[in-house]
């Protein structure tokens, strides 16, 4: 803050799009607006070098205090108080965005699944079994999404969405804490509550160096905008209705199913470009059931939303748009995890059927984006856990296709007690965070158990053995997630009270 009895100068900075204030006294330089927006006071100097990649100086030649180092603009190579090169923070954005971080569909995950291409892998002296190496608050009471990203600056950041109560945070790590972003007073409501906690994500695309994130409210899909800066945002209502599912992107465009104002159901798509504006045009898709469509599955080549009532299937390459449903009597076990990828690339989904196994009923897999009449499915002997390219059996982690029994099975004596969820699966370093609970009965009866407090053990899992166990106990464990920011995988869960990290092993050029 310049003294009030210095009249200081304004300091505007073309190549950032910003304007600064200086001390001529002292030569000091404080951020005043970025992009056409204040700047927030809470930003620290270390934050707004590392946002803006300045030049950041600790030398008290430069006026700079014990508590904290001086910043200068980015045109800035050298002090110009003594004529020395100066330091740049010189940081790389981590972008993750729910659940399983933001994933390259040419890479060949499957998006819908529980897997990632950050690795899970902790780092050396890192062990779940020990206290975490990083531990947050949360920014209250809630159940949290987390993602994060640059949005448009040169560092990245931290976001917590709450969905249910329509609200955004920014974790502020020179203060140790959450802020609210706030939003222009006319802003469509972000609440939503149609699709459930474990439902609900959002998707992004970079556009014109800022990053949009598509938000599905019950007011619509929603764009927003954020600007990291100034702790705001601004939203705009793309498509009006109730979104019943949560968007995808595939080549440039966004897709989403939407309960229209006069109660109708209509799929949605429109082409990014530069910009977002309201462009939205509604697919060929008729009579889609007004539900809740639970999963949003993408390859790059379609993208399914799947539900109790069956199937929506895009393929823009194709301009097909089709509603499959479920065959009578099938019962698609979404608890068990979402689609599978197999070895060809094909997507299939676990169901339950009286008739698969020779009229006694019995689990299968079955393949997505294709009239049930015309295939056969694979039978399975036994509920899988499924991750999206691998599965649990039990509690041994099998890599082959889940309908293809393995040669030797888990023999652990806990094997008939203990059920293993995964959480997340790493492609990069073959690692998968699972969580392990006492339980006597099968799979799919574990998910009943909605009221207790089950005791819950976090593990990874991986080549080279498995890590210590994170214990706590939670309702409904299986609605843990995780994320990884800054070289740290963290865990969440509402009752765990906080968000615990631990370090993880990062590749070289990471």
Request: aromatic share 10%; glycine share 8%; charged share 20%.
């Amino acid at each position: 803050m310049p003294d009030l009895d210095i009249d200081v100068e304004n300091w505007p900075d073309a190549s950032s799009d910003s304007v600064w204030e200086r001390n001529p006294v002292t030569n000091r330089f404080s951020l005043v607006s970025f992009r056409g927006k204040q700047v927030d006071r809470r930003w620290s100097a270390s934050d707004i070098a590392r946002a803006l990649n300045c030049g950041f100086s600790y030398s008290r030649d430069d006026c700079a205090s014990d508590s904290d180092m001086v910043v200068f603009p980015p045109e800035f190579k050298y002090s110009p108080n003594t004529g020395k090169p100066i330091d740049k923070k010189n940081s790389r954005p981590c972008t993750w965005l729910p659940t399983n971080g933001n994933e390259d569909l040419k890479s060949g995950l499957v998006r819908g699944g529980c897997l990632t291409s950050h690795p899970l892998g902790l780092k050396e002296g890192s062990d779940l079994g020990q206290d975490p190496d990083r531990e947050l608050p949360l920014p209250g009471p809630g159940h949290y999404r987390f993602c994060s990203g640059s949005f448009g600056l040169l560092s990245s950041f931290l976001i917590a969405l709450e969905p249910e109560q329509g609200e955004i945070y920014c974790w502020l790590s020179s203060l140790g804490e959450w802020s609210a972003l706030t939003s222009e007073s006319n802003s469509p409501c972000l609440i939503s509550t149609t699709l459930q906690r474990g439902d609900w994500s959002i998707e992004a695309l970079d556009l014109a160096g800022e990053t949009i994130l598509f938000w599905p409210a019950d007011a619509g899909l929603i764009a927003i905008k954020i600007d990291m800066l100034s702790l705001s945002y601004e939203a705009q209502v793309l498509v009006e209705g109730v979104c019943l599912s949560i968007p995808r992107v595939l080549r440039d465009k966004i897709y989403v199913l939407i309960e229209k104002p006069d109660r109708a159901v209509g799929a949605f798509s429109a082409g990014a470009g530069q910009s977002i504006g309201n462009d939205f045009c509604e697919l060929a898709v008729s009579d889609i059931p007004n539900t809740r469509w639970v999963i949003a599955a993408a390859t790059p080549r379609e993208i399914i939303w799947l539900s109790d009532m069956g199937q929506v299937v895009v393929r823009p390459s194709a301009q097909q748009y089709m509603l499959i449903p479920w065959e009578a009597g099938t019962e698609p076990q979404f608890q068990l995890g979402g689609p599978h990828c197999s070895s060809d690339g094909r997507l299939y989904m676990q169901v339950l059927h009286p008739t698969l196994h020779d009229g006694e009923g019995g689990f299968g897999y079955v393949q997505l984006g294709h009239a049930n009449s015309n295939q056969r499915p694979h039978l399975s002997f036994g509920a899988r856990m499924l991750t999206g390219q691998s599965s649990i059996k039990v509690e041994k982690w099998l890599k082959e296709d889940p309908w293809i029994e393995p040669t030797v099975v888990a023999t652990m004596a806990h094997e008939n007690d203990e059920a293993v969820v995964p959480i997340l699966e790493s492609k990069s370093d073959m690692s998968l965070l699972v969580l392990r609970v006492d339980h006597l009965q099968g799979i799919t009866a574990l998910f009943e158990r909605t009221e207790e407090f089950i005791p819950t053990r976090f593990q990874i899992m991986g080549q080279h053995g498995n890590s210590g166990c994170y214990l706590k106990r939670l309702r409904e464990p299986w609605n843990a997630s995780a994320f990884v920011f800054e070289g740290v995988l963290f865990i969440y869960h509402p009752d765990i009270g906080s968000l615990p990290g631990w370090l993880i092993k990062v590749n070289a050029g990471d």
